[in-house]
């Protein structure tokens, strides 16, 4: 099961990854961040998501479209989240310098950027309007880490809300809007998806350039 769920997890990634620009290690690259250690600094929240994502025992496979789509939600929003847990509050404002990094965001930006467009996707599908300029940070006003860590929790609330609303039925159903429309609400739950792992792929890096092991790493 390890191996299986390893090898899924590593195919979506690998997708993301691939558009990723390689970033520079940083001048201290032998921090060791022990397991026990990031498990005690993560809320219980945090935490219950974090070991959502460790190998666990068989279980049946999805039986709704919405269940096929939820599942890959909460697994990346375990990972996400214990990326935002982990990285010092003092480093948010972290940009990499190591390399051709004119314009890239800082880890701060990338939070808010991520949760402001998972809610634009899913506004779009429920056929409201989206939130403008995710790709600038978006209109929230969050900026402490505590608060961007809350506004990605609420952005995956409500994600996974409407994502359970996806049917056989209407999961074909056009949906429009200036985040990856026109679509489909399949279509762009598969996109909400895909894009998070994109930046958990980035944000990955710039923990490892803070010394930082990201936790979902560990199990491997």
């Given amino acids: 099961m390890r191996k299986r769920l390893f090898r899924s997890v590593a195919g979506v990634l690998a997708i993301s990854l691939s558009a990723v620009p390689v970033l520079a290690e940083g001048p201290d690259f032998s921090g060791r961040w022990e397991l026990d250690r990031a498990k005690s600094s993560m809320p219980a929240q945090s935490m219950a998501l974090f070991a959502s994502i460790l190998p666990m025992p068989a279980q049946d496979a999805p039986k709704t479209i919405a269940d096929s789509v939820v599942r890959p939600l909460r697994m990346v929003e375990g990972q996400l989240l214990s990326l935002a ?9 972290f940009v990499p310098t190591g390399g051709n990094f004119f314009g890239a965001r800082s880890f701060a930006y990338q939070v808010k950027h991520i949760a402001c467009a998972q809610f634009g996707f899913f506004n779009e599908i429920e056929g409201k309007t989206p939130p403008a300029d995710c ?8 900026a402490s880490k505590s608060e961007l860590i809350q506004y990605l929790r609420d952005s995956f609330d409500y994600g996974n809300r409407v994502a359970a609303t996806i049917t056989e039925q209407n999961q074909l159903d056009r949906v429009e809007g200036r985040y990856a ?4 609400r399949l279509g762009m739950t598969v996109i909400a998806i895909w894009h998070m792992t994109d930046h958990y792929g980035q944000l990955v890096e710039y923990l490892r350039m803070n010394g930082i092991a990201p936790p979902p790493s560990h199990p491997y």
Avoid: L, V, W
Wanted: zero cysteines; proline letters at 10%.
């Fill in 85 to 93: 847990e982990a990285m010092q509050e003092t480093r948010y404002s």
């Fill in 135 to 142: 790709d600038k940070g978006g209109p929230s006003k969050a």
């Fill in 181 to 184: 429309g026109p679509n489909t």
